[in-house]
Each structure stands twice: as structure tokens, then as C-alpha cells.
């Protein structure tokens, strides 16, 4: 069964926010902050770099759309598809932080793929859903 | 040490996810997307306990996983959270009462493996 084209969407984004969030993130935690200590100032100087700041706001767009497609979807359904972002995080790695990918990482990649085509076949939600009255 | 820090992860995921799950479904679905009603739909969220709650358990895992990464390699860390996928699917039907068919079982398995096989 093709998912509705709203669950669609919805996956894409918490997908893509979170493959971007991470690489923001780790990026700006590589470049931008030297040894972080656990200070409060030395941890608002880290918070406030750039990239830093970029991984958290989409981080935080992340948590929002994963919890408003858990309003409809299952828990089930969400959480195999969106693993999508293990995939691409890889494929990040490898492009950009020159990280090698070793058979067993294309063997867990086209598992991880396998699953996800599996799991979409399933319905997105097998629970009654109640209607939100707005 | 590092165990420990694997069970502190996994169960501060299954928590939080389970919370999140349960507290967005007594919410509804959310199909109206209009700026003002986003905004109205932020300040419900905020107000829900399970949803501050979650949030509370995902910043135990993240900050746990940190530490993990701190003393352990990213190829022991990452499996780790292959585990919590396992674990929260048998969570979602027996608690959350999800129909988990052979299908989504098999994708869920597959889903876990292929995780821990990309931390090699």
C-alpha cells in the first residue's frame, strides 16, 4: 500500500532534517569548537558557532515533524522508514569527512534499504486515529 | 562502563519514543498546517507532560551517547541504537496495541542488522 502523500512528505523531512542536523552539527563541533569543556560559558560559546547553532535549529525541526507524524503514523512504521538517515549519513562521511566504506557497510546499506522497502509496503497506521478538532 | 551506558541509551530511547507516540496520538492528527494554527499546535505541545517528559528521556540518551562516543568506538556505539529499533517494535504492539505483520517484523529486523553492520 502507497503511503498518502502527507506521510510522504512528512518522512522526507524528518529524514532530511536529521541527516543535515547531525552533519551540521558534527561539522561544527569538529571546526568550530576546541575542546569543549563542560563550563556553562565555554558550552554557550559552542551552542553559539554557527554551525553549531544550524545542526540544533534543524535538530529541533526534526523533533517537531517526527512528532507530528507520529500523530497519525505508528511508532512501528516511523521508526524502520525513517532509518533512511543512517544510509545518507554514511554516504556524508564518506564524501565528506573521507571516511572508507567497507563491504560490510554496503551489505548494512542495502539491508537497511531492503527493510525500509519492506516496511512501506505496510500500512502507516494500524490504530484508530483520532481526529484532531481545530 | 560502556554497557551500561548502552542500556542507559536504549532504554532513555524506547522511553521517550513510547511517550511521544502515545501522548501525539491522544493529540490527534495534526492536518491543519496554516502559521497560525502551527503556532497554536507548538504552545499544546509544550504544555503536554508525556511530550516534556520524552523530551527529558531523549536528552538523557543524547547526552549518554555522547559520553559513549567519549569512551568507546563509533562502531560499538552505533549498533546500540539498532537495538532500541528491535525493542520498540515489540513495544509498539505489545503496548501501544500496533499491528506489527510479518512484514514489518522482517523490515524491522533488517532495518537492525543493517545498522550494526554499517558501524563495521
Same mark, same amino acid.
Given at each position: 500500500m502507497r503511503p498518502d502523500r502527507k506521510t510522504r512528505v512528512f518522512t522526507l523531512i524528518v529524514i532530511l532534517t536529521q541527516v543535515l542536523g547531525n552533519f551540521a552539527l558534527s561539522w561544527g563541533m569538529k571546526? *568550530?569548537? *576546541?575542546?569543549? @569543556?563542560?563550563s556553562p560559558l565555554a558550552f554557550l560559546h559552542a551552542i553559539l558557532a554557527p554551525y553549531v547553532l544550524l545542526g540544533i535549529a534543524l535538530l529541533i525541526v526534526w523533533l517537531l515533524t517526527r512528532m507530528t507524524l507520529l500523530s497519525w503514523a505508528d511508532l512501528s512504521y516511523v521508526l524502520p522508514v525513517t532509518s533512511l538517515g543512517y544510509v545518507l549519513n554514511t554516504a556524508i562521511g564518506k564524501y565528506f569527512f573521507d571516511e572508507k566504506i567497507t563491504p560490510a557497510r554496503w551489505v548494512g546499506t542495502v539491508l537497511i534499504v531492503a527493510g525500509i522497502a519492506l516496511v512501506g %509496503? %505496510? @500500512?502507516?497506521? %494500524?490504530t484508530p486515529v483520532r481526529v484532531r478538532e481545530s | 562502563m560502556q554497557w551500561l551506558l548502552v542500556a542507559v541509551i536504549v532504554f532513555s530511547t524506547v522511553v521517550g519514543d513510547l511517550l511521544q507516540t502515545i501522548e501525539m496520538k491522544r493529540i490527534g492528527e495534526v492536518h491543519d498546517f496554516r502559521p497560525g494554527r502551527i503556532g497554536a499546535l507548538l504552545a499544546e505541545l509544550a504544555r503536554r507532560r508525556f511530550l516534556i517528559a520524552a523530551v527529558f528521556f531523549m536528552a538523557i540518551s543524547f547526552f549518554a551517547f555522547m559520553k559513549l562516543l567519549s569512551v568507546a568506538d563509533l562502531s560499538f556505539a552505533v549498533p546500540a541504537s539498532a537495538a532500541s529499533v528491535v525493542v520498540e517494535t515489540v513495544l509498539a504492539k505489545l503496548?501501544?496495541?500496533?499491528?506489527?505483520d510479518l512484514r514489518r517484523w522482517a523490515g524491522a529486523g533488517l532495518v537492525a542488522c543493517g545498522v550494526a553492520l554499517l558501524a563495521l
Open positions: 571546526h *568550530e569548537v *576546541e575542546g569543549l @569543556s563542560f %509496503t %505496510t @500500512s502507516a497506521r %494500524t | 503496548l501501544l496495541k500496533e499491528r506489527v
